[in-house]
Nanobody
């Protein structure tokens, strides 16, 4: 079983920046591919970003490409999401997820992830 904990959400003005953190713990002895998803009120949960086990490959949703950057920390199964030039439409609960399949190429679909955090609220508003 894996425990996933996100932090770093909050209220920010349009154009501002925020960094989310995520740590996954459990019996892991290796890095897993990890992803960020978000869910706005009344909408389905959607893919935001994912990073490979090595950290060498990242993929982003078109809506955040060029503004968000996902990276791995030095600690095992720790990741960050640096969010710049935030827009009101980025407002959502952001979820961190873990893919324990040891896949080489990280996935962009929710069903590939089997460990989820409780989410952290990000609100972009003036």
């Amino acid at each position: 079983q894996v425990q996933v904990v996100e932090s770093g959400g909050g209220l920010v003005q349009p154009g501002g920046s925020l960094t989310l953190s995520c740590a996954a713990s459990g019996r892991a002895t290796t890095n897993y591919a990890m992803g960020w998803f978000r869910q706005a009120p009344g909408k389905q949960r959607e893919f935001v970003a994912t990073i490979s086990r090595t950290g060498l490959n990242t993929y982003y949703a078109d809506s955040v490409k060029g503004r968000f950057t996902m990276s791995r920390g030095s600690a095992e199964n720790t990741v960050y999401l640096q969010m710049n030039s935030l827009k009101p439409e980025d407002t959502a609960v952001y979820y961190c997820a873990v893919d324990r399949s040891l896949a080489v190429i990280p996935k962009t679909v929710l069903s590939a992830y089997d460990g989820w955090g409780q989410g952290t609220q990000v609100t972009v508003s003036s």
